[in-house]
């Protein structure tokens, strides 16, 4: 599996000893807010289980430090090999310093020229004014909005659909 770098960070696959990290950021619900209900740790293993084997999925580092920062994946397209969905989730202590931002142009610019994704999607609780912002940041245009489509503990919410075509970084 690859590892990605980035002028500051280091982009890698999961390893077993990532499963502290990766369940204290399933259960922040400050984190999950914007994603899902949090779940049971039974569903969190099986979770971080696939996230081992799981081509594309990276934890973020910085170069200097081992104490991970986030994660970011691409699950690419089963109907339409050229296209991948992408997901990312930066710790709050990192948040407002870039960190999101880089490590998505970095996996965009992988799964462009490594990958041969022709478009990168992403979908966005309307209400996450960050990761809208750190989305535009990185070229990607709004395309869609579901209204009231996606529901977190029985709330719903509008979730808007983001496009970053190939050649348009």
Not at 7 to 32: K, Y
Not at 76 to 99: F, K, L
Not at 126 to 138: D, F, I, M, T
Not at 139 to 149: K, M, N, P, S, Y
Request: aromatic share 10%; charged share 25%.
């Amino acid at each position: 599996m690859a590892t990605i770098t980035t002028p500051r960070l280091t982009l890698s696959p999961f390893e077993p000893s990532d499963w502290p990290f990766f369940r204290a950021l399933r259960e922040a619900p400050e984190i999950m807010r914007y994603m899902a209900a949090i779940a049971p740790e039974t569903e969190t293993r099986r979770q971080f289980a696939a996230r081992l084997t799981t081509p594309h999925t990276f934890v973020i580092r910085a170069h200097d430090d081992a104490t991970p920062l986030g994660d970011i994946g691409l699950q690419i397209s089963s109907r339409y090999r050229e296209e991948a969905d992408i997901g990312y989730t930066v710790i709050p202590a990192a948040q407002g310093r870039g960190i999101a931002s880089e490590a998505l142009r970095a996996v965009c610019e992988y799964a462009f020229i490594q990958v041969g994704v022709k478009a990168v999607n992403a979908y966005v609780l309307g209400e996450n004014g960050g990761s809208v912002r750190v989305l535009e940041k990185a070229g990607f245009v709004r395309t869609q909005v579901l209204e009231q489509a996606y529901e977190i503990n029985g709330v719903r919410y509008d979730d808007w659909v983001y496009r970053l075509e190939s050649g348009a970084a």
